[in-house]
């Protein structure tokens, strides 16, 4: 028996308008104020829904329907909830129509795409309960597995998860910390041998994430019937974890790439030979056998040839900017002001500090690509100065000195 474990992830950050030091003090709205700007969130939001969202909801909804064997997993932050709740509830709906036909997993994360897991547990705690309370008022399920922003996972994480009641977690399958070991298997997280580890296939999910629309890769054009042949030359694996950006499919691949065709056949060409299944997460973790343990003292993560947290605090004006926001929270909570938090929490959306990113040559430029930004010392001060202004409100509640 083999099995792809198709996962996609849907977020979308509440970005920051342009705001400047003449705006602290002053006006207090860092996220939303820009409505003549083709940059604000609102707009941002549309674009992707029309170029991705609507057509992958879509083709996805065409094949959950044609072929019944045909299952996958999502995970959806709740920022990005929020965001189609007030600006695209027909784009919500036709994610709720895929969790409708009882074959798309929901996977649990934190609610903000924040980095919380590393500065404060009890923040964490508080974003990952958040998130799952949505996802039971939006779509009636309790997630079992759990992934953390931007796939971050070390020892630590799994603890947390089995201590916390999930049966398994996601995360990177990066070599360095498998060693000779393959991805295309179900691990047991040192430490935690109460849950198990499902970890990508970063080849074969970036041969399709990164590599498909580039015409001078030597495997261009990639079919489908070629993506399963290079699956069957593998005898022995067991599953093959394709994780990547929902935004795959349409944004970052365009349509006229053929990115939606290979998704369309995708499931028709696997399915031909027998004892070939599509599983989603929990499914595999309760069907699949352990192999082996996997340690990662050190922290993992999908992003950049380190594939570790440098993407996101690897420079000095990353660590200040997260260190001085996540040093509010005791003075903030302390308020019980939910306007001041929840602009604290968006605020804690990883994106803001990936746009910091000063990495050269390919893991720069693709920073650049997502970046709202002309320069990370730009996203930088843009940054502060919101965080200036929400300190000084701190202090004007006599909080903070």
């Not at 820009?34 to 707009?43: A, L």
């Not at 019944?68 to 929020?82: A, D, H, I, R, V």
């Not at 380190?306 to 990353?318: C, F, P, V």
């Amino acid at each position: 028996m083999k099995s792809i474990l198709l996962y996609l992830h849907v977020h979308q950050p509440y970005r920051l308008r342009h705001y400047t030091i003449f705006d602290a003090g002053v006006n207090h709205d860092y996220f939303d104020a820009d409505w003549e700007s083709n940059e604000n969130n609102h707009k941002i939001l549309m674009k992707v829904a029309e170029k991705s969202y609507l057509p992958t909801n879509e083709v996805l909804l065409k094949l959950l329907q044609k072929y019944p064997q045909f299952k996958l997993s999502l995970s959806m932050s709740g920022l990005l909830l929020e965001q189609l709740e007030k600006w695209a509830p027909d784009v919500l709906a036709s994610f709720q129509a895929l969790t409708g036909t009882g074959r798309v997993e929901l996977v649990s994360e934190t609610y903000h795409h924040s980095l919380a897991f590393f500065y404060s547990r009890s923040e964490f705690e508080t974003q990952v309960n958040m998130h799952r309370e949505i996802i039971k008022r939006l779509f009636n399920q309790e997630p079992s597995v759990f992934r953390n922003t931007e796939l971050a996972y070390n020892n630590d994480l799994a603890a947390w998860a089995q201590g916390a009641g999930f049966k398994a977690v996601l995360a990177e399958g990066w070599h360095q910390m498998l060693g000779w070991r393959s991805p295309n298997y179900v691990y047991t997280p040192i430490g935690a041998p109460g849950i198990k580890l499902l970890l990508k296939n970063y080849q074969l999910s970036d041969d399709i994430a990164f590599r498909f629309g580039n015409s001078s890769w030597e495997e261009w054009p990639l079919t489908a019937s070629k993506f399963v042949h290079w699956l069957n030359q593998d005898q022995s694996s067991t599953n093959f974890n394709l994780f990547m950006d929902y935004e795959t499919f349409g944004e970052h691949q365009w349509r006229e790439s053929g990115i939606f065709d290979f998704l369309k056949f995708l499931p028709k060409e696997w399915l031909k030979t027998s004892g070939h299944h599509f599983m989603t997460v929990s499914e595999a973790v309760d069907k699949i056998k352990s192999v082996g343990e996997v340690d990662s003292p050190g922290t993992v993560t999908w992003a950049d040839t380190e594939r570790d947290l440098s993407a996101w605090l690897g420079n000095s004006m990353q660590q200040q900017a997260a260190e001085a926001l996540y040093n509010l929270e005791m003075p903030l909570l302390t308020l019980n002001d939910w306007s001041l938090i929840e602009d604290w929490r968006k605020l804690q959306t990883s994106d803001h500090f990936y746009y910091m990113c000063i990495k050269w040559f390919n893991d720069g430029d693709i920073h650049a690509y997502f970046s709202p930004y002309d320069s990370p010392y730009e996203a930088y001060l843009n940054f502060m100065n919101a965080f200036h202004d929400l300190k000084s409100r701190l202090m004007d509640k006599g909080v903070l000195v």
